[in-house]
Nanobody, 123 residues
Framework: QVQLAQSGGGSVHAGGSLRLSCAASGRTLSSYSMGWFRQAPEMEREFVGAIRWSGNIPYYVDSVKGRFTISRDNAKNTVYLQMNSLKPDDTAVYYC????????????????WGQGTQVTVSS
């Protein structure tokens, strides 16, 4: 069993920055992928990016490449989503999730989810 606790989020103007944190507990995650998803009201949950706890570089969806950065601190069992140059279209509830598979883009491969945190970007 894995528990994921999120923090961060908030409201910023377009062009601003936010950092989200996701702290994991319950078991070792060395072979897991950690994904970030987002969901706007009445929209489907969409993949943002993912990173392995070890071994390779992050993967991002095209719409956030060059603006968002995923990083990890293995000693703290924490993964981060640094969001720069934010746009109003980035407004959503953001979720972190853990998957035993490698850099999956599918929400169905993620069995453990954080509680979500609101990100609002005003124009």
């Amino acid at each position: 069993q894995v528990q994921l606790a999120q923090s961060g989020g908030g409201s910023v103007h377009a062009g601003g920055s936010l950092r989200l944190s996701c702290a994991a507990s319950g078991r070792t995650l060395s072979s897991y992928s950690m994904g970030w998803f987002r969901q706007a009201p009445e929209m489907e949950r969409e993949f943002v990016g993912a990173i392995r706890w070890s071994g390779n570089i992050p993967y991002y969806v095209d719409s956030v490449k060059g603006r968002f950065t995923i990083s990890r601190d293995n000693a703290k069992n924490t993964v981060y989503l640094q969001m720069n140059s934010l746009k109003p279209d980035d407004t959503a509830v953001y979720y972190c999730a853990a998957s035993p598979r490698l850099l999956s883009t599918s929400a169905t491969d993620y069995a453990f989810w954080g509680q979500g945190t609101q990100v609002t970007v005003s124009s």
